[in-house]
């Protein structure tokens, strides 16, 4: 295949956020400074949620969009920010799941929902004081805090080892704890982490080792290890690997010599496979808005769209390209080949 005859058609799309506009129609409010239909929408959305959660409207055009391609569904995960002192802070996010990219349905609006995992044959996300899983990306139940020790306050994150789920929280006095269960919804045993001294938000897990990563008391990132996520060890420049050394999908420790900093890392394919047309045809996106194609594995970028907007989010889906916004503006591309 020449990869000069790729074209695309490109089309702005609007369908999958009638739900948003449909949810901010019971409200009314003065909108501030949306200059666009997008802004506009997106300000909507942010003065409904808010509104239906704390009483009050918060009137601004912040919002952040995450997608996610996960077993052939597709998420997107909107944060509604507000201005604190001049610094955006979340407020409020909400998830929407798609297996068409036409249509999304919203499934969870909570406080601060973190990543879209899928694992263990479930969809799985947390929301820093409870976990929802799926196995269909509808329907979801919840674990709360409560269900996992009486002492969890701030889940910080979950993992599945093939044989347990493993979860990192904190307790009201930042006190900081391990959960393992081999069921999501019970049986879990809690261990405090005596031996971790650094405030730690990450957990991996990989060649039978698991692996903290945290900051420690001198503002330096350390990572810490174990054989059986109970007991820890910091661990040191000799543990950290070469990347090249490790197997795509697998965590490893990396040093960074100029500062000291340990950091945990876990290697991805070079090229994302959502994004790959046919057997070698790689699409990305460039200054947020080119839209290039590059035949793998060394061949030459070329241009073939400009985007009608900044890109947020791109995949290949059933044929198309799927374009995601900052201020929610989606678009579909269909990819034809030039005789």
Not at 286 to 300: D, Q, S, T
Request: glycine share 6%; proline share 2%; aromatic share 14%.
């Amino acid at each position: 295949m020449n990869i000069e005859q790729i074209k695309l058609d490109l089309e702005l799309k609007t369908t999958p956020w009638d739900g948003i506009k449909e949810k901010t129609e019971k409200y009314s409010y003065t909108p501030s400074k949306a200059s666009t239909p997008e802004e506009l929408a997106a300000e909507h959305f942010s003065a409904a949620l808010s509104k239906a959660f704390s009483g009050q409207a918060i009137t601004t055009t912040q919002s952040d969009l995450k997608v996610y391609y996960l077993n052939e569904k597709i998420f997107v995960r909107l944060d509604i920010l507000k201005n604190t002192f001049g610094n955006p802070r979340r407020e409020k996010s909400a998830l929407f799941v798609s297996e068409d990219g036409e249509e999304f349905s919203q499934e969870i609006v909570s406080e601060k929902l973190q990543g879209v995992q899928f694992i263990n044959g479930r969809f799985i996300i947390n929301d820093l004081h409870g976990i929802y899983y799926s196995k269909s990306g509808y329907n979801w139940e919840y674990v709360s805090e409560e269900d996992i020790s009486e002492d969890c306050s701030y889940i910080r994150d979950i993992i599945h080892d093939g044989k347990k789920y493993i979860v990192l929280f904190d307790d009201s006095d930042d006190v900081q704890y391990i959960a393992k269960a081999k069921k999501i919804k019970t049986g879990w045993e809690c261990f405090e982490l005596d031996d971790v001294e650094a405030e730690c938000w990450e957990l991996g897990f990989s060649d039978d080792t698991y692996y903290l990563e945290g900051q420690n008391e001198d503002g330096l990132t350390v990572v810490y290890t174990s054989d059986d996520a109970e007991y820890w060890c910091e661990a040191d420049e000799s543990d950290a690997s070469d990347p090249d050394d490790v197997e795509i999908g697998e965590y490893y420790i990396e040093e960074d010599e100029d500062d000291d900093n340990l950091y945990l890392c876990k290697k991805a394919a070079p090229y994302d496979s959502d994004r790959i047309y046919g057997e070698n045809i790689f699409f990305f996106c460039e200054n947020n808005r080119g839209i290039y194609a590059k035949e793998l594995p060394k061949g030459k970028k070329h241009k073939l769209a400009e985007a009608p907007f900044d890109v947020k989010g791109m995949f290949f889906h059933e044929g198309t390209l799927r374009l995601f916004g900052t201020h929610l503006e989606y678009a579909v591309a269909e990819v034809s080949i030039a005789e």
